[in-house]
Structure formats: structure tokens, C-alpha cells
């Protein structure tokens, strides 16, 4: 290796550009992002909720791996059950993901009710515009 390798790093930073206070950086780095509390997090302009902590990012995380798992073994009951059903739940499953996913992740239950106003109706829109399409080509005639 040439001395002019920079891909390794034997200094340590200057603590001086580093952000927070010096306490705040020996919490974080004994308790991760945890050492914050919630009540400390201010409220961005426009928010109505606190963000959720990551513990609970976390567990969403896990319920969407949980319906996703449902949603894969519903494969392994064709034939079992039938298609109709199949359809259906699995319309519903992916209903919920996508709530879930847009309230949680999207931060639409945090933030102002115009914002959720302004997305629900651009999914009606987009309902609407795609029914209208296949409506003309005659697909449910």
C-alpha cells in the first residue's frame, strides 16, 4: 500500500466538529439513539404528534414481516381453499401494509391533516382515473 492511501483512517476526528456536547456524544455512544428521551425531540413545524421512537419502528418493521410471511403462506392454500378467498384476503393484507406504510412511515399521522387529505385524495384519483381506463377498453364487460 502507498502512504497516500486514504481508504485507512488511523486518526481519530476532532471532537470540536463533532455535534452535541461532549456528554451528549458519551450518551449516545453508551446507549445508542435511546439516550435521547422522546420529550427532548421537539416538534417539527407542521407536526401535530411526536415521531415514534425507533423501538417502535422496530416493531412495525416486524408486523409488516409477519403479513408478509401471511401473505406468502396464503400461496400454499391454492387449491385448499378457495380463489375468491385467497384474492380477498390477500387484497386486505396489502390494504393494511400500505396503511401501515403510509401512516407510520410516510409520517401522515404526525403530520398536519392537509397533508393526509392532500394523499387520500390523490389515491381516490388514481382509483378513479384507473376505472375510467379500463372502463373505455371494456375490460369489465
Known amino acids: 500500500m502507498s502512504d497516500n492511501d486514504i481508504s485507512t483512517i488511523t486518526e481519530a476526528d476532532d471532537p470540536s466538529l463533532l455535534p452535541g ?3 451528549e456524544r458519551a450518551a449516545e455512544e453508551a446507549h445508542g439513539l435511546s439516550a435521547i428521551p422522546a420529550s427532548a425531540v421537539a416538534l417539527l413545524p407542521g407536526e401535530l404528534l411526536k415521531h415514534p421512537s ?3 419502528y422496530v416493531v412495525i418493521a416486524v408486523i409488516l414481516c409477519v403479513l408478509t410471511a401471511a401473505e406468502v403462506g396464503m400461496y400454499y392454500l391454492e387449491g385448499s381453499v378457495p380463489s375468491g378467498l385467497i384474492i380477498t384476503v390477500l387484497l386486505v393484507m396489502a390494504f393494511v401494509k400500505f396503511v401501515i406504510v403510509a401512516s407510520w412511515y ?4 404526525t403530520d398536519q391533516t392537509i397533508f393526509r387529505r392532500f394523499f387520500i385524495m390523490g389515491g381516490i384519483g388514481a382509483i378513479l382515473l ?3 381506463v379500463l372502463s373505455t377498453l371494456h375490460v369489465f364487460s
Do not use: N, V
Not at 106 to 109: E, P, Q, S
Open 54 to 56: 425507533p423501538f417502535q
Open 106 to 109: 410516510m409520517h401522515l399521522r
Open 130 to 132: 384507473y376505472t375510467i
Open 21 to 23: 456536547t461532549p456528554e
